[in-house]
């Protein structure tokens, strides 16, 4: 059975689940930026005392407003993805798994596992196209 997009894209999906790879959906600059105002306002209230107790409040703080920033990427691919950025990726992948004679759906998943080169090729155009095309930071 030949491979098509939608059969790459939840191959993908499920080899990054496997992986547990994740991204970062929102700025490390907001837990920063949080930090230091917490650390100055402390520091301004408290004197040296305040600075800690101002960087612990808000690294703390930070630490709790990022709880859920972190996505699978599993997710982004079969829930964030538009149509046209999941053919554009099945397209990417499908050019490397013709490189390696890949032409069987039902042994796509066990040959890119098995295959260490194929494999790393497979998971370079991934995460180069979530990073690259999708703005996304890989955790």
Partial sequence: MPVNQHEIIGVLAQLAEEREIKVAVTESLKGAALVGAATFIGGILL???????GGIAGGITAAASSK????????????????KQQALLASRVHNIL??????????????????ARLGEAVMSALLGFIQSEMNLRLM
Avoid: C, H, W, Y
């Fill in 98 to 115: 013709r490189e390696f004679n890949v032409t069987d759906l039902v042994l796509l998943l066990p040959i890119i596992q098995g295959n």
């Fill in 68 to 83: 859920n920033s972190f996505r699978p990427v599993a997710k982004v691919i079969l829930e964030d993805m538009s149509p």
């Fill in 47 to 53: 004197g040296p005392l305040g600075l800690a107790a």
